[in-house]
């Protein structure tokens, strides 16, 4: 090497300590492992560290682990298990919380308990070690998971059991090496166990109650992403520290706040999506490649000691989640390709392990040894490698034989309508609201289904009109690239603007339409204004009239009323998905109002189809006056109320009086004004008396009915 250097003339010493230089190999190394790794079929994860161990001390000495190493280390580790927090499916978690509350702790519990028994019996270690080293054993990471998402098959039980597992099990891990962490940080005394457990419930509690309405707020008054994006690491460190001040390790508080604003950031979102790519493009791989840097491969192949503990790390890992695995499976009488899928998305160790590791390598004992010695360190790196493979492997044999199994189509939506969005975008000010509302209600599965479309009219200020026009499209574009969604911008001259909206829907088959709601600019103007107004009378499609006086990922409740026979329009099923959908993505309740026999269908459906939707149902008597809902919509709910064009099975007079009743009640509030599609398909076999068919309303009227006189007696 040194040779080399000479005959280009290059002065350049070992370790390499110039920045610029140093943060040049970095990102190379961040570009070039993922490709080769990837070919290899061996996790990223494993590729950063490999590289890490080449360049470190222990390998060629080409760079020092320096100060830069640990002060982005210190932010990859907080991003990892921020992340962690925030890509929670909380709705899963509470939807099949006993199972996967059985799995978390049964995965826990064995290989603690094994590890424990192991670590003292076989590896001769003390007992603060012994439960620190097992602790490790229980942790994982989904590091699988994206596996389930391409199969489709990330809507079966057993993958959100395993979703849900892991939110247990690494909350009491997590907890695990905050007792220990904070066990050698501060003095031992008497008070010591109970000021500990006080100390975290207070500053959970804390964290759990003040950050949300904090953020509620700043996101509210800031729409500005680079500021948002700001505020959320500001958020992540804020609770690091704070769990740091009382004796805490900080990656519990950076976990904490990334459950605690999970609701506040949609998946689909524009910052999420800033939130991956910073911490998956620079943060956590400096996080990987420092711990690699670690790592002496002459200790962990020179050593019998060494191999004997990597030895155990894995089998006694690999052991105690396949029996918590098939615990579950047992004991919930579950198919054995299931156990098969959770065994593999729960077996692969990542991020809570290296931050255990790592903790338990930093703290020094009175001795003047390690609590968590060089051989660990070295057995933590082949047990991530281990089961990161095994985990890859087994999710991708369980899914497909699921993805291809008879029943999938019956029991996993065999049925996928084509869908597609038109949003028609001329006000500057209500585009974002437009956009993110179109962007949570899409179908994520499907890729070209969202359209947004400017029309322009024929006239002499034309020329600046497509000026605007195209300003508007391109800020639209980049909302939709920032959360990867293909998004098709459209661009027409057009006298009418109501006849160039509906000429668009019809050349890209949209399915459903997407307006703000109008701004009255006079006391005669009406309250939709002629264009909503003529494209309600010249559509069947379903269009939503939409207003927003906060950002979307700030709504705290969908309130949904329906009027009588709402049940009997060709669109009800459908509008009943997108709530649901809504629900999903924002993380909140969603409150039907509506009389008993349309609660029983909208029950029935939902029961159905969509059952981890959390979902309330009230009786409203009096549809003609909507002042009755006045006092169960808050500031931050949406109040979507479901209409009918005039001559439909539910249009009913009294919705002549919507638009001043709104005017009146509800003009400080979000408004969902919703119009059905009524318009079917002629291809549908339909019963004369339900457009829905005969099969479906008997399961409508049998099931939904029963649930909905339980919902009235038991509430």
Not at 18 to 40: K, N, Y
Not at 43 to 66: K, S, T
């Amino acid at each position: 090497m040194k040779e080399l250097l000479d005959f280009f003339c290059l002065d350049i010493h070992f370790p390499i300590t110039d920045p610029t230089w140093i943060f040049f190999l970095v990102l190379v190394i961040i570009l070039f492992a993922p490709i080769i790794l990837e070919r290899l079929r061996i996790p990223h994860i494993i590729g950063m560290i490999l590289a890490g161990v080449v360049i470190g001390e222990h390998g060629f000495n080409i760079l020092a682990r320096d100060s830069s190493f640990e002060l982005f280390g210190k932010v990859g580790l907080y991003y990892i298990m921020f992340l962690a927090g925030l890509e929670m499916n909380m709705e899963d978690f509470k939807s099949i919380r006993a199972k996967a509350m059985v799995l978390g702790l049964l995965a826990f519990i064995f290989p603690l308990g094994i590890g424990f028994w192991t670590n003292i019996h076989i590896l001769d270690y003390g007992v603060v070690t012994s439960v620190l080293l097992a602790s490790m054993y229980a942790s994982h990471t989904l590091i699988a998971y994206p596996i389930v998402i391409r199969y489709g098959i990330n809507r079966q039980r057993a993958v959100g059991i395993a979703v849900g597992g892991t939110a247990v099990t690494d909350t009491l891990t997590l907890l695990v090496l905050a007792v220990i962490g904070g066990l050698y940080k501060g003095e031992s005394s008497d008070m010591f166990w109970v000021w500990l457990v006080l100390k975290v419930i207070i500053l959970g509690s804390v964290i759990m109650y003040t950050f949300p309405p904090i953020a509620r707020w700043f996101f509210r008054r800031y729409s500005d992403n680079v500021v948002q994006y700001i505020f959320v690491m500001a958020m992540v460190f804020l609770g690091a520290g704070l769990m740091e001040v009382v004796g805490m390790e900080g990656i519990l508080g950076a976990f904490l706040a990334g459950l605690v604003l999970n609701r506040l950031i949609p998946h689909v979102s524009p910052l999420m999506n800033h939130l991956e790519f910073v911490g998956n493009a620079l943060f956590i791989p400096y996080f990987l490649i420092g711990v690699g840097m670690l790592i002496n491969v002459n200790v962990l192949f020179g050593h019998i000691d060494s191999i004997k503990v990597a030895g155990v790390m894995i089998v006694v890992a690999l052991v105690g989640k396949w029996i918590a695995s098939w615990l579950t499976q047992k004991i919930y009488r579950m198919r054995a390709v299931e156990r098969e899928l959770m065994f593999g998305l729960s077996n692969a160790q990542a991020a809570a392990t290296l931050a255990a590791v790592l903790v338990g390598y930093d703290i020094i004992l009175p001795s003047g040894e390690r609590l968590l010695n060089e051989d660990v360190l070295n057995g933590t790196i082949l047990l991530i490698l281990v089961t990161c493979i095994v985990s890859s492997f087994i999710t991708e044999h369980a899914a497909k034989r699921i993805a291809t199994s008879d029943d999938i189509g019956v029991n996993e939506e065999k049925e996928q309508e084509k869908e597609r969005f038109l949003v028609p975008i001329a006000n500057p000010e209500t585009l974002e609201g437009l956009m993110s509302l179109a962007l949570v209600l899409r179908d994520e599965k499907i890729n070209d289904n969202l359209v947004a479309l400017s029309v322009i009219n024929d006239s002499n200020d034309s020329v600046k009109q497509e000026m605007r026009s195209k300003r508007n499209l391109e800020k639209a574009a980049q909302i939709a690239a920032s959360t990867n969604v293909q998004l098709k911008t459209v661009s027409r001259f057009d006298l009418n603007i109501t006849t160039g909206i509906l000429h668009t829907a019809k050349e890209y088959e949209a399915t459903g339409i997407i307006v703000g709601l109008h701004y009255k600019a006079s006391i005669v103007d009406s309250f939709f204004g002629n264009l909503t107004e003529n494209l309600l009378k010249n559509t069947y499609l379903q269009v939503m009239v939409v207003r927003f006086l906060m950002p979307v990922n700030t709504l705290r409740r969908i309130i949904v009323a329906v009027p009588p026979k709402a049940e009997f329009e060709h669109g009800f099923t459908k509008w009943i998905t997108y709530m649901c959908r809504l629900s999903s993505q924002l993380g909140c309740r969603v409150q039907f109002y509506a009389s008993s026999r349309t609660l029983g269908y909208i029950s029935g459906f939902i029961q159905k189809k969509y059952k981890d939707t959390r979902a309330v149902y009230s009786e409203l008597e009096e549809w003609d006056d909507l002042l009755l809902l006045t006092g169960q919509v808050n500031y931050d709910h949406l109040l979507v109320i479901v209409s009918a064009r005039r001559g439909s099975i539910s249009y009913d007079s009294s919705f002549e009086k919507l638009p001043m009743q709104v005017s009146k009640y509800f003009n400080n509030n979000s408004i969902m004004l919703l119009y059905p599609e009524q318009k079917g398909d002629p291809n549908e076999s339909l019963s004369f008396s339900d457009p829905r068919g005969w099969a479906e309303t008997q399961y409508y009227d049998k099931v939904g009915n029963w649930i909905y006189k339980w919902f009235k007696k038991n509430s």
